[in-house]
């Protein structure tokens, strides 16, 4: 099995920065992406921030310019450092991680369990 954890998750006031950190560990063969996601009340999750092996990266048109999503490849570790903080940023934060797990090869995805993070004043 492999297992997703997130940490960094917490309380801020609009216009502040927080750092969101995950791991993933466990029977790993290879990790292909890795992403964060949130999902607020009575919304749908949706895509924050991901990156291949390759650096490539994505973001969510919210987050634009305010995120910025870093992963250690070595260490199966995914970071998402957040600035300029919105009330509208307030949600779950979950860590996806894609990839194989040793000795079986279909595609899997895997998530953790979630953080909290709200932005207010």
């Known amino acids: 099995q492999v297992q997703v954890v997130e940490s960094g998750g917490g309380v801020v006031q609009p216009g502040g920065s927080l750092r969101l950190s995950c791991s993933a560990s466990g029977r790993i063969h290879k990790i292909y992406v890795m992403g964060w996601y949130r999902q607020a009340p009575e919304k749908q999750r949706e895509l924050v921030a991901r990156?291949?092996?390759?650096?490539?990266?994505d973001y969510g048109d919210s987050v634009k310019g305010r995120f910025t999503i870093s992963r250690d490849n070595a260490k199966n570790t995914v970071s998402l450092q957040m600035n300029s903080l919105k009330p509208e940023d307030t949600a779950v934060y979950y860590c996806?991680?894609?990839?194989?797990?040793?000795?079986?090869?279909?595609?899997?995805?895997?998530w953790g369990q979630g953080t909290q993070v709200t932005v207010s004043s």
């Open positions: 990156i291949t092996g390759g650096d490539k990266t």
């Open positions: 996806n991680a894609e990839g194989t797990e040793a000795s079986v090869s279909d595609y899997e995805s895997w």
